[in-house]
T-cell receptor
Framework: AQSVAQPEDQVNVAEGNPLTVKCTYS??????LFWYVQYPNRGLQFLLKYITGDNLVKGSYGFEAEFNKSQTSFHLKKPSALVSDSALYFC????????????FGKGTRLHILP | ETGVTQSPTHLIKTRGQQVTLRCSSQSGHNTVSWYQQALGQGPQFIFQ???????GRGNFPPRFSGLQFPNYSSELNVNALELDDSALYLC?????????????FGPGTRLTVL
């Protein structure tokens, strides 16, 4: 069965510091991994995805994520946090053997402190 | 913005009533998925439509049904509303059907069941 775990409900980071939002996953087939961000009263915005190839994926707004197959992780990172990065972040996984559902984690709220 | 729109923005219904939520996908997107996001949770997959046929379904009862139309619009219908149906309902469209394709989300419809 597919599953995604985001172990931290909330992450606090000072502006200008690097940030990491953690995600681990479980699928039976090849994992296709996604990060989305949700601002208040808005839908989900796509940040980046890993399908195959380079384990370091670069996305929107300076975010990147590192795929680690042995640790079944796909952590979201940014070298220097901005206050405007404060939002709810969702990791999601799709089983490569399926073409329908995406499974989302429960989300991590990121607070960037000025 | 993603080019995916949803209506209405907010809706209040009473238990036992029926509701129809609408989504307009990006032009050319043949696939639409619907998700339910309860407060404090990640989105849960309801079902997906591809070229007007249901392509997959999550763990939701049959009172949740959908339609997809040739003009890239779709509907989510929920019969016999229950209090637990109160949530943000998100639709997401994608260009192709396939596990690697990115889903683009609308802003959602907030449904409150009293």
């Amino acid at each position: 069965a597919q599953s995604v775990a985001q172990p931290e409900d909330q992450v606090n980071v000072a502006e200008g510091n690097p940030l990491t939002v953690k995600c681990t996953y479980s699928v039976s087939g090849n994992p296709y991994l996604f990060w989305y961000v949700q601002y208040p009263n808005r839908g989900l915005q796509f940040l980046l995805k890993y399908i195959t190839g380079d384990n370091l994926v670069k996305g929107s707004y300076g975010f990147e994520a590192e795929f680690n197959k042995s640790q079944t992780s796909f952590h979201l990172k940014k070298p220097s946090a901005l206050v405007s990065d404060s939002a709810l972040y969702f990791c999601a996984v799709r089983d490569g053997n399926r073409d329908d559902k995406i499974i989302f984690g429960k989300g991590t709220r990121l607070h960037i402190l000025p | 913005e993603t080019g995916v729109t949803q209506s209405p923005t907010h809706l209040i219904k009473t238990r036992g009533q029926q509701v129809t939520l609408r989504c307009s996908s990006q032009s050319g997107h043949n696939t639409v998925s619907w998700y339910q996001q309860a407060l404090g949770q990640g989105p849960q997959f309801i079902f997906q439509y591809y070229r007007e046929e249901e392509n997959g379904r999550g763990n939701f009862p049959p009172r949740f049904s959908g339609l997809q139309f040739p003009n890239y619009s779709s509907e989510l219908n929920v019969n016999a509303l229950e209090l637990d149906d109160s949530a943000l309902y998100l639709c997401a469209s994608s260009l192709l059907i396939g596990s690697t394709d990115t889903q683009y989300f609308g802003p959602g419809t907030r449904l409150t069941v009293l």
